[in-house]
């Protein structure tokens, strides 16, 4: 008896031993976020630096102090996980992409944007998949078969224009802010479709029967996703319009909400569709149904926990890629060769570099053959800037080669070593270089008066004033039922469809809108009667 009893007492002392070791990584971790936020806001008006480098730094600099500390052994805090990445961080970041956009922009270069965001990166993942087929095996790096390498290309090919946002004014260039917003988010969702579209499919046996079967799947998980956040979102809207929970209790609401955007995300990934087109095009409907829904004090609140919750992870994940580039480990099994790690990395950013420029500016040219208007046009200058916007890599980019390249974030294979010690090396040099550029860059093609980083928004828009990276403005008229600025003529033959496409597409929905989805869902210009409240005086429900 007294056996078993000091080893329970051993087991619980091993235990508590590791749960204070996991509270002072926590401790430490949540100092570094506050410190990545007091000097990011420092910082705000500096030339060169925004608030993902700043993170990075910090992270890197972190990292050399624990590698100290620790005798060369870590360089960690926390151990990185892809389903941490995917299932806590990321879904955050995209719904607040898709409820703070603005709508009008967005969807009146919606053709614009898929361009850029799904045949692009196709275009870039075929090149840069193609190069590194030719130019790896001329390296001793390894072996790596063809999955492997179009896994490289899917990689590769997704890009995090976070800095380029934070330099961007929505209000002065709305036509570039939209599209280089936009093919971020879908260009995202494509790279991790492509990406889990390529690890599905036995390519050892590639013909024209498997390749459309490749190209058919991606269709379908993009169409699927879509339709799966936008019904997530009408379901919200038409529970919190029919039950008004606002009430008895606001924190219902805002719950519901929150808890119903997470669930489109799970349901996206339970059915192996594309969990971030989901969440995304659910933020949409919700911003556009849902949020007009709720009581004035549930809006306030939603907009600054989404935008809250989204600017959190964005740090976290920039904090922790800075910290796990100096990790001894993988750098370990490439230290025996440098150059090899060097000369790996230098092609991949050059693969990069050409595979962006192979689609911006020619879909850019096509782009504009379609528009009427010189200011829907996208100009050289423009082009250069939606060009650079994509060169930066970030964390989708780590987490997938953490997903190919290794298990559990440890690897022991050389060329999967050199594989992820290279994604680290272009991730940290793209939003080092590249990033610290931009603003000159921008502000020498682009120049515009200075601006502030905090806009207020109007009340009846989700528009968050706190992230930079969403900046928000007067945009009464932003909604899925404005797209034309103002009064939209009806279409008279089908020349005007083929002329004006998005105003013609626009007049059909905004009838369809009105008629038949407003009375069921919501909307805005639907003021929720709730004793007590502000609203409870309105006369009207409607506008």
């Known amino acids: 008896m007294a056996d078993i009893l000091s080893a329970v007492l051993a087991r619980l002392q091993m235990l508590s031993t590791s749960d204070h070791a996991s509270v002072v990584s926590m401790n430490l971790f949540v100092a570094l976020l506050c410190a990545c936020i007091v000097i990011g806001h420092l910082l705000e008006e500096n030339r060169w630096m925004n608030e993902s480098i700043t993170a990075l730094l910090i992270g890197l600099c972190t990292g050399v102090v624990i590698l100290l500390v620790s005798g060369g052994k870590s360089s960690h805090l926390l151990v990185f996980s892809e389903d941490l990445f995917f299932i806590y961080l990321l879904p955050p970041i995209i719904f607040n992409a898709g409820f703070q956009v603005k709508k009008k922009q967005f969807f009146r270069n919606f053709i614009t944007i898929m361009l850029f965001g799904a045949i692009g990166t196709l275009i870039s993942c075929s090149i840069i998949s193609a190069g590194v087929i030719q130019f790896f095996k001329l390296m001793d790096i390894g072996s790596l078969d063809l999955g492997d390498y179009l896994a490289i290309g899917a990689i590769f090919a997704a890009t995090d224009s976070v800095c380029t946002l934070q330099v961007l004014n929505q209000d002065e260039t709305p036509l570039l802010y939209s599209l280089v917003f936009g093919e971020g988010v879908v260009n995202d969702a494509t790279s991790v479709v492509l990406f889990n579209a390529i690890q599905s499919f036995d390519l050892s046996h590639i013909n024209t029967e498997s390749a459309l079967q490749l190209i058919g799947n991606f269709f379908y998980l993009f169409i699927t996703s879509t339709m799966l956040g936008a019904i997530a979102g009408l379901l919200s809207a038409f529970i919190i319009k029919k039950l008004y929970f606002g009430r008895h209790s606001t924190d219902r609401e805002v719950a519901l909400m929150m808890l119903m955007a997470y669930l489109s995300y799970m349901l996206a990934e339970l059915f192996y569709l594309s969990g971030i087109l989901t969440v995304f095009f659910c933020g949409i409907v919700m911003s556009h149904y849902t949020w007009h829904n709720v009581t004035e004090s549930s809006r306030i609140t939603t907009k600054h926990a989404f935008a809250t919750s989204s600017f959190v992870a964005e740090i976290f994940i920039f904090v922790y890629v800075g910290m796990d580039a100096l990790d001894i ?195 805005r210009g639907f003021v929720p009667f709730v004793p007590g409240s502000p609203t409870e005086r309105e006369n009207t429900q409607w506008e």
């Open 329 to 523: 480990e993988k750098w370990r099994f490439v230290s025996d060769s440098p150059g090899t790690s060097v000369a790996v990395s230098s092609v991949l950013l050059a693969l990069v570099m050409a595979g962006r420029a192979a689609f911006v500016f020619p879909l850019s040219f096509l782009s504009n053959l379609t528009k009427k208007s010189p200011n829907d046009k996208i100009d050289l200058k423009q082009q250069v800037v939606i060009w650079w916007a994509g060169l930066m890599r970030g964390a989708v980019s780590m987490a997938l080669a953490y997903n190919q390249f290794t298990r559990s974030g440890h690897t022991q294979l050389r060329a999967n070593a050199i594989m992820i010690t290279s994604t680290i090396t272009v991730v940290l040099f793209s939003t080092m270089v590249f990033g610290l550029l931009t603003k000159p860059l921008i502000r020498f093609l682009l120049p515009h008066p200075k601006h502030t980083g905090m806009v207020l928004s109007d009340p009846s828009t989700p528009k968050s004033f706190i992230v930079p990276l969403l900046e928000g403005g007067q945009e009464s008229v932003d909604s899925l039922a404005d797209f034309g600025g103002g009064n939209v003529t009806r279409p008279s033959s089908l020349r005007a469809l083929l002329t004006t496409p998005a105003h013609t597409v626009h007049y059909y929905w905004r009838k369809f809108d009105n008629a038949f989805m407003r009375p069921v869902f919501g909307g």
